[in-house]
Nanobody, 114 residues
Framework: QVQLVESGGGLVQAGGSLRLSCAAS??????MGWYRQAPGKQRELVAS???????NYADSVKGRSTISRDNAKNTVYLQMNSLNPEDTAVYYC??????????WGQGTQVTVSS
């Protein structure tokens, strides 16, 4: 059974940093993406990383975030710096492309106070 477990969120002040983790079990995956969903907004893809380490970022996080992975641990990370209140959202991970997605995990809440 494939399971995605996100962790690492929390409450931080604007300008702070967080490192999110996504542990995948039951599957060896190729490309993983980090998504976020703010209250009242659609879920959006913010970063992705291929098995070989190629990365892509949404403009909203580019230059402030770094996605990385540890293939031995089947885990993907998202280091987020210079956080601002607009980064407040529940963060999820899932596979890419969309046709390979599995059930969404519970996500991890990131709250940035001004």
């Amino acid at each position: 059974q494939v399971q995605l477990v996100e962790s690492g969120g929390g409450l931080v002040q604007a300008g702070g940093s967080l490192r999110l983790s996504c542990a995948a079990s039951g599957i060896t995956f190729n490309t993983m993406g980090w998504y976020r969903q703010a209250p009242g907004k659609q879920r959006e893809l913010v970063a992705s990383i291929s098995r070989g380490g190629s990365t892509n970022y949404a403009d909203s996080v580019k230059g402030r975030s770094t996605i990385s992975r540890d293939n031995a641990k089947n885990t993907v990370y998202l280091q987020m710096n210079s956080l601002n209140p607009e980064d407040t959202a529940v963060y999820y991970c899932n596979f890419l492309p969309a046709t390979t997605r599995r059930s969404w995990g519970q996500g991890t809440q990131v709250t940035v106070s001004s």
